[in-house]
């Protein structure tokens, strides 16, 4: 498996420092953007930890694995990192990926906080070895649902795929539309975009949402639609974030803005946050997203339970309920929610955002929850 290099500054050989696994997509089909943002918030928190004195008198070394979106590469990482004896494993972005990782991490006993994924079911039983920043997807895509009706959408299209993420997200919409006079069709991704828009417009669909990887086949979709003249009226939607990279405006410019996403973050960053937020401009060389937020916060509650708690991996793990951290977008503190297996941070701010069609690099925040 390539190891990149430490990017959290000098490779320590003489056992001084206290490491953290980091599961990272950084090759495709992974999701790239969302990985190098996740990797930029993790790293720039382990030098601002190493820069104040780390852990103790310790520094905080960050042991980067690429998943490439891979349940299995991720498995194996996680066995590899328990090997080397890192603290705790941190990160990843793809649901699925984490649900592999989460598993593992369970069996071996190292705690691992998932930094991205949304999967309700991280662990098939609950487990004290896992926490989690993201929200539930059962959460945050019902807060979806209902910016859907509020907007006057009903008649819900899906384009989805083969995975239990799509699944998943397609079962919270339809249980959550279906009392409140809504409708989910899905339809296979596998159709040409000109027989999607056939069907969308044979069904009468008034939103379509793109259950699908990006940029295929996002990207051909959302120009097919938009270049129907049937579909003027339709919204197309993308609960998953796909608009939240600028890789999805480059690739679709105009026709990528207006189309609401899924983003965890407050209507206003506190000093913190902006503070963070314009260190994360630097490193990236774009606005920071919501996901290099969640990478900066992962290290600052591993930093502050290794601080309280030390480095025994049990001992971690029996902190989760006992975190009390303030983050970038609002005070992180863990709970046991119904229905999810893992330690989950309840309060994640979540907004409904599109790209503005008038500045497709501004964002318009549409609906809160």
Known sequence: MNTPPSPSGAEHTDGSSIRLGALVPLTRPGWVEAGRHLLAGLDLAVREVNDTGGIDGRPLELVVRDTAADPER?????????????????GEYHSVVARAAAARAD?????????????????????EWVARLAPAQ??????YADFLLRAG?????????????????????????APRGGTVLELDATLTPEALCDALVDHGATALLLLVGHPEPAVPIVRAV???RR?????VGAPAGQPEFAE?????????????????????????????????RERLGEAPSFVAFEGWDTV?????????????????????????????????QFSRTPGISVWQWAWTPIQVVDRDPAEPDRFRILHAG
């Open 138 to 143: 059962s959460y945050g895509w019902r807060i």
């Open 153 to 177: 959408r009903r008649r819900i299209a899906v384009a989805t795929q083969p995975s239990v993420y799509w699944a998943s997200g397609t079962r919270v919409l339809r249980d959550h539309l």
């Open 74 to 90: 991720a498995a194996a990482a996680v066995d590899e990192l328990a090997h080397l004896g890192v603290a705790a494993v941190a």
């Open 226 to 228: 938009r270049g129907d």
């Open 107 to 127: 069996a071996l006993g190292v705690p691992f906080l998932c930094s991205s994924a949304v999967l309700d079911a991280l662990t098939e039983e609950p487990t």
């Open 300 to 332: 600052a509650v591993l930093a502050a339970v290794l601080r309280s708690h030390g480095t025994d991996r049990a001992a971690i793990a029996e902190s989760w309920p006992r975190v009390a951290v303030e983050g970038t977008r609002r005070p992180i």
């Open 231 to 235: 579909l003027a009226e339709i919204l």
């Open 248 to 280: 999805w405006a480059a690739a679709l410019g105009e026709d990528g803005a207006g189309i609401p996403f899924l983003r965890y973050l407050p209507e206003r960053l506190g000093p913190l946050g902006e503070r963070v937020g314009k260190e994360l």
